[in-house]
């Protein structure tokens, strides 16, 4: 099979982890007989250095005339504490996903057998823990009218969800319920938010539809807290972009380290893949950072994109065994011998 991928390695970080995924992949095809052709494109900081602009209309057009994104990661300590900068790298991301309608962001969270003591949380709490996040993406506070007023002494961020956007989310939410355990959580603040409001009225409407699906209704302070205490109760959860993209973050602690989740942003004609890390500015070309995120995101793209489960489960499979047998990034090997970045790109590619 010819597999047309647009390449976004972005900042920080995004080159490094790239690269081992770049390798990777590439040795999947050519054990399964495909054929990848990749197209770089840039994005974020590298992108405002080349143009001045983050999300750039080339990259537009080589993300459409794609299969497939595998982007890296996005973001420069540069913007981050210059309040007055014009164009921030992030906004680059934004406009990716809005240009190209991703707007649902699946965001797996599940343990690795290997290194269920490395989360700080305890073994019987998460051990099993295998749940799916659906974040909206392309809507709320933020894509809502932003502004300052009061001669800036103000600002706002307004939240704005269309019933349309909601059943989109949640219908994806509903099928992926009724390929796994058939439990979906809708994940609000429905008693204090409207938009929340809205959401639960759209989802309960949609049950009828769903007869299988048990769905419930937590505010999303009551989930924070249960994520912890008892992950294993969930198993689908829907929610809207900030309360998503929060959740999600919190999620990773239980996997171990955030350099191991995935995500793949979907829409109804693009689709991109992630980790749902950042752009770890510190690590920059240390050759430190942990490749797996994006490598299992990899997985996704050859799964979700392509149809290829057989090529999915082999990257899943090697990468299971680099765990099994120590072979990990210094977020993972505590008081044992560490890898390089590239290191564990080898060794993945060698062991396929
Ligand atoms: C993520 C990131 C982004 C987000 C940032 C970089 C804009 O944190 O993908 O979760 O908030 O969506
Ligand atoms: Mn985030």
Redesign the pocket.
């Known amino acids: 099979m010819k597999l047309n991928i647009a390449l976004l390695a972005g900042d920080g970080i995004g080159p490094e982890v790239i690269d081992q995924a770049v390798k990777v992949c590439d040795a999947v095809a050519t054990k399964f007989g495909h054929d990848i052709n990749w197209t770089p494109a840039l994005t974020g900081a590298a992108a405002i250095d080349a143009c001045g602009e983050p999300y750039p209309d080339e990259t537009h057009e080589i993300c459409l005339n794609a299969d497939a994104v595998l982007f890296g990661a996005i973001g420069h300590p540069k913007y981050d504490n210059d309040p007055s900068a014009k164009v921030r790298p992030e906004q680059g991301l934004l406009k990716m996903r809005k240009k190209l309608g991703l707007f649902a962001n699946v965001r797996p969270t599940f343990t690795f057998p290997s290194l269920i003591d490395n989360s700080p949380l305890k073994r019987e709490r998460i051990e099993g823990t295998d749940l799916v996040f659906l974040r909206e993406l392309t809507g709320g506070i933020y894509f809502g009218e932003k502004g300052r007023r009061d001669g800036g002494e103000t600002a706002f961020d307004n939240c704005v969800y269309t019933r349309a956007e909601v059943q989109r989310l949640a219908k994806k939410g509903f099928e992926l319920a009724m390929t796994r355990t058939k439990k979906l959580c809708c994940v609000d603040k429905a008693n204090v938010l409207e938009t929340s409001r809205l959401w639960r009225e759209t989802v309960q409407a949609m049950e009828k539809d769903y007869p299988e699906v048990e769905v419930s209704y937590e505010f999303v302070d009551a989930v924070a807290m249960r994520l912890v205490q008892w992950p294993n109760s969930y198993d689908v959860l829907i929610t809207e972009n900030l309360f998503g993209?929060i959740l999600?973050?919190e999620a990773s602690v239980i996997s171990g380290s955030m350099g191991l989740m995935p995500s793949a942003s979907v829409g109804s004609e693009n689709q991109l893949f992630e980790p749902?890390h950042?752009s770890y500015p510190q690590a920059t070309g240390l050759d430190i950072a942990n490749p797996l995120a994006t490598i299992l995101s990899a997985a996704m793209m050859f799964e979700m994109a392509f149809g290829l489960k057989e090529e999915a489960e082999a990257i899943k499979a090697v990468v299971n065994k680099s765990l099994d047998e120590g072979v990990v990034t210094e977020d993972l090997s505590g008081k044992n011998k560490s890898y390089k970045t590239s290191e564990v790109g080898d060794w993945l590619v060698a062991n396929l």
């Open positions: 993209d999600t973050d749902i950042g």
